[in-house]
C-alpha cells in the first residue's frame, strides 16, 4: 500500500504536471523553482539538465530537507483548483544522471476528490 492515496497517484502520475521544488540555501534564503518530476514508489524523482551542478541539487545537499507542490485549476468559475503538496526528507543522488529523491514525511493535497476537501496527514 502506498502512502499517497489512489487520487493522489492519480494526480501525480496523470502526466504533462509541472511541480515547483522548494529549497533554503546556506544563508537562509528560500529558493523555488519549476521543474519536471515523476513519481518512484512512494517516494518523488526530480532530475534535469545539469542537475548535479544546479542550486537546488547543493540546498539538498547541504539540508536534507524540500518541499515540493503540483496543483492547477479546474474551473475558474466556479473555483476549483486541486494539487498536492509533499514536505520531507532529500537526497541529492549523485552518479550517471543526477537527480533528487523527496522521501514524504507530510502530503497535504486539496481538490483530487470530489465532495473533498483538504486531505492533510504525516506519513513518516
Known sequence: MSIFTEEGISYLDGGGLLGRLA???RDG?????PVGFSRSGDTIHI???DM???KKFRDIADSGRAAFVV???LSKSPWR???IEVRGRAEAVDGER??????PERIVSWGLSKGKGRDARSVG
Do not use: E, L
Not at 98 to 103: K, L, S, W, Y
Open 71 to 73: 496543483d492547477d485549476v
Open 81 to 83: 483548483p486541486h494539487g
Open 98 to 103: 543526477p537527480f533528487i529523491r523527496i522521501h
Open 23 to 25: 529549497t533554503v540555501g
Open 29 to 33: 534564503t528560500p529558493h523555488i523553482t
Open 47 to 49: 532530475g534535469g539538465y
Open 52 to 54: 548535479a551542478k544546479s
